[in-house]
């Protein structure tokens, strides 16, 4: 091809056809630009089948990675609601002159929910650090990765607040106003108190404001970090929503 075009070129030249070949020298420049542009373009398309692969695969590791962390939250969050639950019950009870160890027990149990929300974030991490989120196209997505760490730690920061107030403050007073079960033969038991001293240690203990005035303050903390579960669980929601409508578009083309 280029052979031929050099001896095209040298005719006109020899023949001093000179229009000619300043029309001929300006089709071969446009041919050389065209070749260059479809060359540039095939390049985009071979780029872009890559960069689409790419996000597949981040989509694909980011739905199991949220799929996981929405399934952790719902046993968190269930821990803490009924911790609640039970929190008001007992709150009730403790209007009551006198309540029988055979109420008491059932009573106390799972009052506290100091249980946390640890969610997995080595993909979201590692997707954001590498700078692959640029892959994503749908806006939705991105903005609701990129405020994935926000909601979490406002909802961690009701977690650790509850955490603090029981170490400090809550536990101290357990263990100076009422006994502990002992564990170390498998049987959880009460050493050194009768089932009539125990239920005499707890209806004191219920009748003190003091305490009243804790357990107020614990169903404070659990309702706070229950509702402050919402934006987390709607942020996922919407993750996984996203993900699932570009998989599924993927999928049938």
Known sequence: ?????RKIRQNL???????????????EIFLVVIGILIALQINNWNQDAQDRKKESKVLSDLKHEFEENRLRLHETIQVKREALHNTRNLLKMMKRDYISMNEIKPAIVHTFGIYTYNPSGGIINT????????LIRDEELKFALSQWQDVLLDYQEEETAHQTWYIQIMEPYLNQHLP??????????????????????YNQAFNDMEFQNLYISNERYLDRT???????????????????THLDKEKYK
Do not use: W
Request: charged share 25%.
């Open 1 to 5: 091809m280029i052979t031929i075009l």
């Open 13 to 27: 030249l020899g023949q001093n056809r000179y229009t000619r070949y300043f029309l001929y020298a300006l089709g």
């Open 127 to 134: 997707i954001i650090s590498t700078g692959n989120i640029d």
């Open 180 to 201: 502990k079960k002992y564990k170390g033969d498998g049987n959880e038991d009460y050493l050194f108190h009768t089932e009539a001293e125990l239920e005499a240690l």
């Open 226 to 244: 229950v509702n402050a579960v919402t934006p987390v669980s709607e942020n996922i929601d919407v993750i996984l929503k996203r993900i699932d």
